[in-house]
């Protein structure tokens, strides 16, 4: 079970995606967590403390003057005995004291007394979420290090479609298992006998998709969510190197104990790293445009009554290849993906000699394998050598197994 003995102190916020933070206690029961859970008064409108304490197990804390409460683990106490501190539905309201530090209520007053990271979900309608007031509160959230999952794109409760809805809880139960595992990659002063087998080393990861502009409103995108990539930089971290992770548009939460350079194309992603290097490990995980559009138009195409535009395309940047062909600076090791839908072997092993690297995780990314924004992940590792099937496994286990076999093969630094 991944989070074996992992205690989540839970926040529920007052929003309709309340009812889906029942199948997250579920979901983070099963993985062996225990869960405290604390209901704001408007979450109580949503769904029952005795629905949410029969499946947590666990009494609902709700209210900052209880006596009783209080009498049995003081509210400081509370927002310290958990490993990580999770809200979820956060409601654009819950964001907002959190940024101004408001505590006025058992929930807001945790929040601002843990000394835990924090992992928030959020939930709103789009124009909440959209308003640049929220947007503010988010980007001061995500400067105090406050990690975000979500919110996902979709049709909300209210009938509008767009950014706001609350992830789906396996995804939050994935960005839990990242944030706990991450956590302890933070090289906390006087903690010692970690194995950090990449202490010394530098490790560049490109993770997420590419977006390749049509015009100032339209891109052209692909399905992949970073999960895979930014779970690889956190391991990286985790064994003691220096992390550099290069990321496309991305809704997952920042991984800690990385730096983090934010790009939108392909150029800017080849540019980044070309600045990110030298290295002793590059790994490509992004899922790279191969084209874009060869006139990006200066103002948004109309539609003029002139019939469909006709695009043409310009080849991109193949940032792995380029990477793998340097010749005074070449990473030790350079590994790609190789994201396949057919024939997986014959092409990846063409990928593997075309781009002249050292190891390529093979992947199916056919339309039924859920691979693309899933939590886990079939991979065989290829290099020269040797083919080496791996069972399914979460994408967080297969980048800890990547570092640990990258780690091996370099040995440690000198
Ligand atoms: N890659 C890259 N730059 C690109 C395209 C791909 O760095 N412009 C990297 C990806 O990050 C991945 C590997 O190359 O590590 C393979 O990507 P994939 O999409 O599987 O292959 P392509 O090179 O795009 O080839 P094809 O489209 O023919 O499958």
């Given at each position: 079970?991944?989070?074996?003995?992992?205690?989540i102190?839970?926040?529920?916020g007052?929003?309709i995606?309340?009812?889906?933070?029942?199948?997250?206690?579920r979901?983070?029961?099963?993985?062996?967590?225990?869960?405290?859970?604390?209901?704001?008064?408007?979450?109580?409108?949503?769904?029952?403390?005795l629905?949410l304490?029969?499946?947590a197990?666990a009494e609902v804390?709700?209210?900052?003057?209880?006596?009783?409460?209080?009498?049995?683990?003081?509210?400081?106490?509370?927002?310290?005995?958990?490993?990580?501190?999770?809200?979820?539905?956060?409601?654009?309201?819950?964001?907002?004291?959190?940024a101004?530090?408001?505590?006025?209520?058992?929930?807001?007053?945790?929040?601002?007394?843990?000394d835990?990271?924090?992992?928030?979900?959020?939930?709103?309608?789009?124009?909440?979420?959209?308003?640049?007031?929220?947007?503010?509160?988010?980007?001061?959230?995500?400067?105090?290090?406050?990690l975000?999952?979500?919110?996902?794109?979709?049709?909300?409760?209210?009938g509008e479609?767009?950014?706001?809805?609350?992830?789906?809880?396996?995804a939050?139960?994935?960005?839990?298992?990242?944030?706990l595992?991450?956590?302890?990659?933070i090289?906390?002063?006087g903690?010692?006998?970690?194995?950090?087998?990449?202490?010394?080393?530098?490790?560049?990861?490109?993770?997420?998709?590419?977006?390749?502009?049509?015009?100032?409103?339209?891109?052209?995108?692909?399905?992949?969510?970073?999960?895979?990539?930014?779970?690889?930089a956190?391991?990286a971290?985790?064994?003691?190197?220096?992390v550099i992770?290069v990321?496309?548009?991305?809704?997952?939460p920042?991984?800690?104990?990385v730096?983090?350079?934010?790009?939108?194309?392909?150029?800017?992603?080849?540019?980044?790293?070309?600045?990110?290097?030298?290295?002793d490990?590059?790994?490509?995980a992004?899922?790279?445009?191969?084209?874009?559009?060869?006139?990006v138009?200066p103002?948004?195409?109309?539609?003029?009554?002139?019939g469909?535009?006709?695009?043409?395309?310009?080849?991109?940047?193949?940032?792995?290849?380029?990477?793998?062909?340097?010749?005074h600076?070449?990473?030790?090791?350079?590994v790609?993906?190789?994201?396949?839908?057919?024939k997986l072997?014959?092409?990846?092993?063409?990928?593997?000699?075309?781009?002249?690297?050292?190891?390529?995780?093979?992947?199916?990314?056919?339309?039924?394998?859920?691979?693309?924004?899933?939590?886990?992940?079939?991979?065989?590792?290829?290099?020269?050598?040797e083919?080496?099937?791996?069972?399914?496994l979460?994408k967080?286990?297969?980048?800890?197994?990547?570092i640990?076999?990258?780690?091996?093969?370099?040995?440690?630094?000198s």
């Open positions: 079970m991944t989070l074996t003995n992992k205690r102190l839970l926040v529920v007052g929003g995606a309340a009812y889906k933070a029942l199948d997250l206690v979901r983070l029961r099963e993985r062996g967590a225990t869960v405290r859970p604390v209901m704001t008064a408007g979450a109580k409108a949503f769904v029952t403390p629905s304490s029969s499946l197990g804390h709700e209210d900052l003057f209880s006596l009783t409460d209080e009498a049995e683990m003081g509210h400081i106490e509370l927002s310290r005995a958990a490993d990580l501190v999770v809200v979820a539905p956060a409601t654009a309201n819950l964001l907002a004291k959190m101004a530090g408001l505590a006025d209520d058992l929930a807001s007053t945790l929040l601002l007394a843990t835990k990271r924090t992992l928030v979900a959020p939930a709103m309608n789009l124009r909440m979420w959209l308003h640049p007031a929220t947007q503010r509160n988010v980007a001061t959230l995500r400067a105090d290090g406050v975000f999952c979500g919110p996902d794109d979709g049709a909300m409760a209210c479609f767009g950014p706001g809805r609350m992830s789906e809880p396996l939050i139960v994935a960005a839990i298992e990242a944030a595992a991450a956590d302890t990659t090289p906390l002063p903690i010692t006998g970690q194995p950090r087998p990449l202490a010394g080393r530098r490790v560049v990861v490109t993770s997420g998709p590419t977006h390749e502009p049509i015009d100032p409103v339209r891109f052209i995108a692909n399905r992949s969510s970073g999960k895979q990539g930014h779970a690889i956190s391991a971290a985790q064994a003691g190197a220096e992770l990321s496309g548009p991305v809704t997952i920042d991984p800690p104990g730096s983090l350079r934010r790009v939108e194309t392909a150029r800017d992603m080849l540019a980044a790293v070309d600045a990110a290097l030298p290295a490990i590059f790994i490509a992004a899922a790279v445009a191969d084209w874009r559009v060869d006139a138009a103002e948004k195409l109309k539609k003029n009554g002139g469909a535009p006709v695009m043409t395309f310009a080849e991109n940047p193949d940032i792995l290849a380029s990477v793998a062909a340097r010749n600076d070449r990473p030790a090791l350079v790609g993906f190789a994201a396949e839908t057919e072997l014959d092409h990846a092993r063409a990928k593997l000699a075309r781009k002249r690297c050292d190891l390529i995780v093979l992947n199916d990314v056919g339309a039924c394998t859920g691979t693309f924004g899933g939590e886990d992940n079939e991979v065989t590792i290829l290099t020269a050598e083919t080496i099937p791996w069972p399914r979460s967080v286990e297969i980048a800890t197994r990547l640990a076999l990258l780690a091996d093969r370099l040995g440690p630094a």
